[in-house]
């Protein structure tokens, strides 16, 4: 790793936050008793999904751009969503012209709503790293400014801001969980915290389908993450740059990881607990706390960095949420092929207090006996416990049943 990389100072982030005064809209850190409690430990959330364009990026793209010369007036980046955005309006609010590339699968509200603050969008690519590149490519051809996610000092300053609310909001925060993707906003908030909170813990959290950051500490180097794979799209980057890798090497305790089935837990918890709508890129720092890999018991603070979730994409994550915090059930049931067998099973089922969302019946292709038939019951459950009640329940009454 490189000695020689300049590392963003706190006097940078405090000019940024001056230059942001009257843009940022507040994002308080509020307690969660309910989240607490699961957690086993105080629990605040910096709530940064309520900020202009649904996230933190406003904060970054703005401090950059505000700071280019009035004749650079066409910018150009590229974004799964959430640095769109925040580009598409600084540079609309700064009176200049931005075209923006996306992967083509970029969720349909992103793109609309990064045209509504005034850019061009381009679509194309898979991941956003690609289509980093052809915006590089782009803004060269025609004269452009490109403006980096996370790899530039002013864009770690802007982000950094958060940072300073942070030691103002949580003071007594022993921990903070920060996502990341580029490293952007765990390399501002790292250089704010450590300024004025020096005793904090600062650790970073990835999806563990695109953990770069970590793979990139553990080799001292810049190191690519293959496949990136998760429903985390607004962290599913390749690799951190050698500037936002050096100031995770310097000034961050840890970086770890969660999985997609913890993030979507930690969704649900959030819409259905806290009603807090949050993309799941922003739900990684407490999904870890969910899932135990934060040691210790003192107070934790988790970034809830952004809110721009496709409704579709939503429904998907809930229903898999539910499935995974035990509220869903699926069965396999054998019974006898005769008129009122079917009859019977729904009222044991439905004496157990479970609400049937579908039945498939199959006779032919399965393995049964010539006077049987398959059964599969998808099942509405109230929890983990209520499952193992009425699998007890089916079976002591005689019914070959297998939890699918």
Same mark, same amino acid.
């Given at each position: 790793?490189? $000695?020689?990389?300049?590392?963003?100072?706190?006097? &940078?982030?405090?000019?940024?936050?001056?230059?942001?005064?009257?843009?940022?809209?507040?994002?308080?850190?509020?307690?969660?008793?309910?989240?607490?409690? /699961?957690?086993?430990?105080?629990?605040?959330?910096?709530?940064?999904?309520?900020?202009?364009?649904?996230?933190?990026?406003?904060?970054?793209?703005?401090?950059?751009?505000?700071? /280019?010369?009035?004749? &650079?007036?066409?910018?150009?980046?590229?974004?799964?969503?959430?640095?769109?955005?925040?580009?598409?309006?600084?540079?609309?609010?700064?009176?200049?012209?931005?075209?923006?590339?996306?992967?083509?699968?970029?969720? %349909?509200?992103?793109?609309?709503?990064?045209?509504?603050?005034?850019?061009?969008?381009?679509?194309?690519?898979?991941?956003?790293? *690609?289509?980093?590149?052809? @915006?590089?490519?782009?803004?060269?051809?025609?004269?452009?400014?490109?403006?980096?996610?996370?790899?530039?000092?002013?864009?770690?300053?802007?982000? !950094?801001? /958060?940072?300073?609310?942070?030691?103002?909001? @949580?003071?007594?925060?022993?921990?903070?969980?920060?996502?990341?993707?580029?490293?952007?906003?765990?390399?501002?908030?790292?250089?704010?915290?450590?300024?004025?909170?020096?005793?904090?813990?600062?650790?970073?959290?990835?999806?563990?389908?695109?953990?770069?950051?970590?793979?990139?500490?553990?080799?001292?180097?810049?190191?690519?993450?293959?496949?990136?794979?998760?429903?985390? *799209?607004?962290?599913?980057?390749?690799?951190?740059?050698?500037?936002?890798?050096?100031?995770?090497?310097?000034?961050?305790? *840890?970086?770890?990881?969660?999985?997609? #089935?913890?993030?979507?837990?930690?969704?649900?918890?959030?819409?259905?607990?806290?009603?807090?709508?949050?993309?799941?890129?922003?739900?990684?720092?407490?999904?870890?706390?969910?899932?135990?890999?934060?040691?210790?018991? *003192?107070?934790?603070?988790?970034?809830?960095? !952004?809110?721009?979730?496709?409704?579709?994409?939503?429904?998907?994550?809930?229903?898999? !949420?539910?499935?995974?915090?035990?509220?869903?059930?699926? /069965?396999?049931?054998?019974?006898?092929?005769?008129?009122?067998?079917?009859?019977? %099973?729904?009222?044991?089922? @439905?004496?157990?207090?479970?609400? %049937?969302?579908?039945? &498939?019946? #199959?006779?032919?292709?399965?393995?049964?006996?010539? $006077?049987?038939?398959?059964?599969?019951?998808?099942?509405?459950?109230?929890?983990?416990?209520?499952?193992? &009640?009425?699998?007890?329940?089916?079976?002591?009454?005689?019914?070959?049943?297998?939890?699918?």
């Amino acid at each position: 790793m490189s $000695d020689d990389v300049a590392l963003v100072q706190v006097a &940078e982030i405090e000019q940024a936050r001056a230059g942001l005064a009257g843009i940022l809209r507040p994002t308080p850190t509020e307690p969660t008793e309910t989240l607490s409690r /699961l957690c086993g430990r105080e629990v605040l959330l910096k709530t940064e999904h309520r900020q202009r364009t649904g996230s933190f990026k406003i904060r970054g793209a703005y401090h950059l751009l505000s700071h /280019l010369p009035a004749e &650079e007036d066409l910018v150009v980046a590229a974004s799964a969503g959430n640095h769109a955005q925040g580009v598409a309006l600084a540079a609309t609010l700064l009176g200049k012209r931005s075209v923006i590339f996306m992967p083509a699968a970029a969720p %349909i509200p992103k793109v609309q709503a990064t045209k509504a603050y005034g850019a061009e969008v381009r679509l194309g690519h898979v991941l956003v790293d *690609d289509c980093i590149q052809e @915006a590089k490519a782009w803004a060269a051809e025609h004269g452009a400014r490109f403006v980096p996610p996370f790899d530039h000092p002013a864009i770690i300053a802007g982000q !950094g801001t /958060l940072g300073l609310e942070l030691a103002e909001e @949580a003071p007594d925060a022993g921990v903070v969980l920060v996502p990341v993707g580029g490293g952007g906003l765990l390399a501002g908030v790292a250089v704010a915290l450590r300024a004025r909170r020096p005793g904090v813990r600062i650790i970073g959290v990835e999806a563990a389908g695109a953990a770069s950051m970590r793979a990139s500490l553990d080799a001292f180097a810049p190191t690519g993450f293959h496949p990136v794979r998760t429903i985390a *799209d607004g962290i599913a980057i390749k690799s951190p740059s050698a500037l936002t890798l050096a100031h995770a090497h310097a000034l961050v305790d *840890d970086v770890i990881s969660v999985t997609d #089935h913890e993030i979507a837990t930690a969704l649900l918890l959030l819409l259905e607990r806290a009603k807090q709508v949050v993309e799941p890129s922003g739900v990684v720092g407490l999904a870890a706390l969910l899932a135990g890999r934060v040691a210790g018991t *003192d107070p934790a603070v988790a970034i809830l960095s !952004g809110g721009n979730v496709d409704p579709l994409m939503l429904s998907h994550l809930i229903e898999h !949420g539910l499935t995974a915090v035990g509220r869903y059930l699926r /069965l396999r049931i054998v019974v006898p092929d005769q008129p009122g067998a079917l009859s019977l %099973i729904v009222r044991s089922v @439905a004496e157990t207090g479970l609400n %049937i969302l579908d039945i &498939e019946h #199959h006779r032919q292709g399965v393995r049964v006996g010539p $006077d049987e038939v398959e059964l599969l019951f998808t099942l509405e459950t109230r929890d983990p416990a209520h499952r193992l &009640e009425v699998l007890d329940r089916l079976r002591a009454a005689g019914y070959q049943v297998e939890q699918l």
